[in-house]
């Protein structure tokens, strides 16, 4: 076998290390929208996830259609666009009970938006449809919009916000997912919905009750790709107004799985987990 001088050895390793550092890994290569490190658990559930973040103010009267907000955003811009989430209260909610969810998504690689509904008497329609206006100012006209990929996009919505969510993905397929938090609303849209949709709820929940609301809306969810439900354990309508390990744990899941198409994710989600924290969890099990 012929051995290499020293000095052709040197250069020989230097370019195998160049190349393995220039390649894109195989996950990577074939998932364009893949954004931050291989997730662990800890990274999920950790209260920052691993993108430092910074916010922007949205006052009154940015756009039609919708009220004020914050924008939260990852600072790094080495990795391409992120998708983008807008999140909605509820009933005689403010955006302060739902404002957890910006830093902690937007640490996870998305561009997310909260909201302040324009009355707090809104009810779930119009509140859908403040949803897709803020969304629509977000991805054309923020001042992060160079961020965001508009083609990537979700919605979170709270109580009537989470009826209002229910009713947006049922009007707008083009949505790459929907996540309903104890959602109320008295018309149920769920056969109309073709977005992978999960629906959170809550066992004590005596405001819009699981057996009332969620699950049945979860059910008539027939012609989505893929679909879940969570009920919460010892949980209430307002746990999902204060930072909350398991709602986001499952929350970033879903929006990485199918916001990003990242399947590394459906390790968090399929088979269905046995979680402690909660009493039932359904899923179709994305592949």
């Not at 329609?125 to 969304?135: E, K, M, P, Y």
């Not at 965001?148 to 916000?161: E, T």
């Not at 919905?193 to 049945?216: E, H, R, W, Y």
């Amino acid at each position: 076998m012929k051995l290499l001088r020293p000095r052709a050895l040197m250069a020989t390793l230097a370019i195998v290390a160049s190349i393995a550092i220039a390649a894109p890994s195989q996950a990577s290569a074939a998932n364009p929208y893949q954004r931050g490190p291989n997730p662990t658990e800890a990274i999920i559930t950790a209260a920052t996830g691993p993108f430092a973040t910074a916010t922007a103010n949205v006052p009154s009267g940015s756009g039609p259609g919708f009220n004020n907000g914050t924008i939260y955003y990852p600072t790094d811009t080495s990795q391409g666009t992120f998708g983008s989430i807008v999140v909605m209260p509820g009933f005689f909610a403010a955006q302060s009970q739902i404002a957890w969810y910006g830093p902690r998504l937007a640490s996870q690689g998305f561009v997310v938006l909260t909201l302040d509904s324009n009355a707090p008497w809104d009810p779930p329609g119009d509140r859908g449809s403040q949803l897709l206006a803020a969304l629509d100012y977000l991805t054309t006209k923020s001042a992060v919009k160079s961020r965001i990929d508009p083609s990537r996009s979700a919605l979170i919505g709270w109580s009537m916000g989470g009826g209002g969510t229910l009713e947006s993905a049922a009007n707008t397929p083009s949505l790459k997912a929907a996540i309903p938090l104890a959602p109320w609303d008295v018309t149920n849209v769920g056969d109309q919905i073709k977005v992978p949709t999960m629906i959170f709820g809550a066992d004590g929940d005596t405001v819009a009750s699981v057996a009332q609301f969620a699950l049945p809306a979860y059910n008539a969810i027939t012609n989505a790709p893929d679909k879940a439900f969570i009920n919460l354990k010892n949980a209430d309508h307002f746990t999902f107004a204060e930072p909350n390990t398991t709602v986001a744990k499952y929350s970033i899941a879903w929006l990485k799985r199918f916001v990003d198409s990242d399947t590394r994710y459906n390790q968090f989600l399929c088979p269905a987990p046995n979680d402690p924290n909660t009493v039932d969890f359904q899923i179709t099990c994305p592949v």
